[in-house]
């Protein structure tokens, strides 16, 4: 007998902290994010109107390659992981991805941030800043989930390929992408301290 993996979902992982001058870079970010944080007063607004235990930009700047030099250099990274990964997955393209929108997040101990998918893209991501001790790992589902009906559980022993749902942990300067229609969500923040990412879409 034999087996054929069909329909496989192919989740992107890098890493900027390789790169020359990563722990500088990743500080301006950090100290970039923080300063958000207290001037974006949209930003708060919204965070608030939403329960969004933190910070985001996600309601409030969509500009921030070209407002501040530190995102204009992590675009430029972004566009070269999401390239790799357009290719990876044998994507027919009349042109380079493009990056259609990019927001900052600060969750704090406590928060989280529900299943969900990013309509409008086609790739979409996170890169993480600080995750400290106990932060929350990003949670991935099986697309497949709702039509499974009455599939039995699978064993512990199980390969992640089989699970319903993956746990990625990832460091500062992790690269996570995936198809936009992925469905994920990131768990209780269960570090005394906040965990700082970056999320992205390409279109």
């Not at 942990?169 to 990412?197: F, Y």
């Given at each position: 007998?034999?087996?054929?993996?069909?329909?496989?979902?192919?989740?992107?992982?890098?890493?900027?902290?390789?790169?020359?001058?990563?722990?500088?870079?990743?500080?301006?970010?950090?100290?970039?994010?923080?300063?958000?944080?207290?001037?974006?007063?949209?930003?708060?607004?919204?965070?608030?109107?939403?329960?969004?235990?933190?910070?985001?930009?996600?309601?409030?700047?969509?500009?921030?390659?070209?407002?501040?030099?530190?995102?204009?250099?992590?675009?430029?990274?972004?566009?070269?992981?999401a390239l790799a990964y357009a290719k990876a997955l044998n994507f027919?393209?009349?042109?380079?991805?493009?990056?259609?929108?990019?927001?900052?997040?600060?969750?704090?101990?406590?928060?989280?941030?529900?299943?969900?998918?990013?309509?409008?893209?086609?790739?979409?991501?996170?890169?993480?800043?600080?995750?400290?001790?106990?932060?929350?790992?990003?949670?991935?589902?099986?697309?497949?989930?709702?039509?499974?009906?009455?599939?039995?559980?699978?064993?512990?022993d199980a390969s992640e390929a089989e699970k319903p749902f993956v746990?990625?942990?990832?460091?500062?300067?992790?690269?996570?992408?995936?198809?936009?229609?992925?469905?994920?969500?990131?768990?209780?923040?269960?570090?005394?301290?906040?965990?700082?990412?970056?999320?992205f879409n390409y279109a």
């Open positions: 007998m034999s087996l054929r993996p069909l329909f496989v979902t192919q989740v992107y992982e890098a890493s900027l902290a390789a790169s020359p001058g990563f722990e500088g870079f990743n500080a301006e970010l950090a100290d970039a994010i923080r300063m958000l944080s207290v001037e974006d007063g949209a930003g708060r607004a919204w965070c608030r109107a939403h329960g969004y235990r933190g910070y985001t930009s996600y309601g409030s700047l969509n500009d921030l390659p070209q407002r501040m030099p530190e995102f204009a250099e992590l675009k430029r990274h972004l566009d070269r992981h027919d393209l009349a042109r380079k991805p493009r990056l259609d929108n990019l927001w900052v997040n600060i969750l704090k101990p406590g928060g989280g941030h529900s299943g969900h998918i990013h309509p409008h893209a086609f790739l979409s991501g996170t890169v993480y800043v600080e995750v400290p001790d106990g932060a929350s790992a990003l949670k991935l589902e099986d697309p497949r989930l709702p039509m499974m009906m009455a599939r039995p559980g699978v064993t512990s746990y990625l942990m990832p460091k500062p300067g992790t690269v996570l992408m995936w198809e936009s229609w992925l469905r994920h969500e990131v768990p209780t923040n269960l570090a005394k301290s906040d965990r700082i990412s970056i999320s």
